[in-house]
Antibody, heavy 118, light 109 residues
Framework: EVQLVQSGAEVKKPGESLKISCKGS????????IGWVRQMPGKGLEWMGIIYPGDSDTRYSPSFQGQVTISADKSISTAYLQWSSLKASDTAMYYC???????????WGQGTLVTVSS | SYELTQPPSVSVSPGQTARITCSGD??????AYWYQQKSGQAPVLVIYEDSKRPSGIPERFSGSSSGTMATLTISGAQVEDEADYYCYSTDSSGNHSWVFGGGTKLTVL
């Protein structure tokens, strides 16, 4: 069974760093792109970027380029999304999801809620 | 950057047909996909490649695409179909960059 399990909710202060994770199982982790999607409170879905764990090839949405870093450790089948200096506007639910070859997202993680507040 | 445009809301009575549109300049060349998101849950794919329905999705869900517009149709909408619906597609740049539409809140009452 394909599963993506994300790390738990985080509460951080502005300026702090954070790295959240997404662990894949039940399939060949290195053979599928993993994507990250943001959903701010009460708002829509936003495609942030993707990574191919096989070779760490990474693509970012122009809106998120330079704002976050996407990485992966294929040895433990885990993808990451990280911030070096959080802002209150980073408060959101973040989902990871697996991309099939044609680009759509088939399996989703349960989401990680990030709250940034002073 | 590329954008997909959806109406913010659609409202129908139970049993009526709901149609949700999605417009984008690249849709004549690129497939549209549709996700359903119920409150507090992760999105679920209901239509892929314009008009195909994944296993487990009720037959009342269908999709079509013509020119720069894709349409999700729910024939005989049920109360349990009330949710946010998002279209999803890519631009024609070949940069492996994807985008969601702004989402449409479907109300069935």
């Amino acid at each position: 069974e394909v599963q993506l399990v994300q790390s738990g909710a985080e509460v951080k202060k502005p300026g702090e760093s954070l790295k959240i994770s997404c662990k894949g199982s039940g399939y060949s982790f290195t053979s599928y792109w993993i994507g990250w999607v943001r959903q701010m409170p009460g708002k829509g879905l936003e495609w942030m970027g993707i990574i191919y764990p096989g070779d760490s090839d990474t693509r970012y949405s122009p809106s998120f380029q330079g704002q976050v870093t996407i990485s992966a450790d294929k040895s433990i089948s885990t993808a990451y999304l990280q911030w070096s200096s959080l802002k209150a506007s980073d408060t959101a639910m973040y989902y990871c999801a697996r991309l099939v070859a044609s680009g759509w997202l088939d399996y989703w993680g349960q989401g990680t809620l990030v709250t940034v507040s002073s | 950057s590329y954008e997909l445009t959806q109406p913010p809301s659609v409202s129908v009575s139970p049993g009526q047909t709901a149609r949700i549109t999605c417009s984008g300049d690249a849709l004549p060349k690129k497939y549209a996909y549709w996700y359903q998101q119920k409150s507090g849950q992760a999105p679920v794919l209901v239509i892929y490649e314009d008009s195909k329905r994944p296993s487990g999705i009720p037959e009342r869900f269908s999709g079509s695409s013509s020119g720069t517009m894709a349409t999700l149709t729910i024939s005989g909408a049920q109360v349990e179909d009330e949710a946010d619906y998002y279209c999803y597609s890519t631009d024609s740049s070949g940069n492996h960059s994807w985008v969601f539409g702004g989402g449409t809140k479907l109300t069935v009452l």
